[in-house]
């Protein structure tokens, strides 16, 4: 069995909220746009990776999910987002730390508290 993917759902109340992260932050593009719709959808993607994102409010207040971003120049990722988003790194890791199992990471967390951990092995 084979898979190339794994394509995660993230539900916002305000889908911005969202696009700020992920396209803003994170430099995501939008590659499938639903967002001027009843429910305002939408396919982010960079690199390999893609997230779908989801305007549904009921949703949002049932889970807050945790994702983890692997990348291979963990002082870049860093330097960008803390230069132009600081207001969004996780006050509980602020800073790019080397973590007991390993790997250095920092943390994103925005105001509807999804939460992007930033990883290097």
Same mark, same amino acid.
């Given at each position: ?5 794994? =394509?995660?759902? =993230? $539900? ?5 909220? +969202? ?11 939008? +590659?499938? /746009? ?19 994102? $989801? ?21 870049? =990722? ?23 199992? +390993? ?6 967390? /925005? ?11």
């Amino acid at each position: 069995m084979k898979f190339t993917r794994l =394509v995660p759902n =993230v $539900f916002y109340t305000d889908i911005q909220v +969202g696009l700020k992260l992920f396209v803003e932050c994170l430099e995501f593009r939008i +590659g499938y /746009d639903e967002l001027k719709t009843e429910h305002p959808f939408c396919v982010i993607e960079k690199d390999e990776l893609r997230v779908n994102l $989801f305007q549904n409010k009921e949703y949002a207040e049932k889970d807050r999910p945790e994702i983890r971003l692997v990348t291979n120049n963990i002082a870049e =990722v860093y330097e960008k987002v803390a230069s132009t988003h600081p207001e969004l790194l996780h006050p509980n890791l602020r800073k790019v730390t080397l973590r007991p199992w +390993g790997a250095k990471e920092f943390a994103l967390k /925005d105001e509807s508290d999804v939460c992007i951990i930033i990883q290097q092995w």
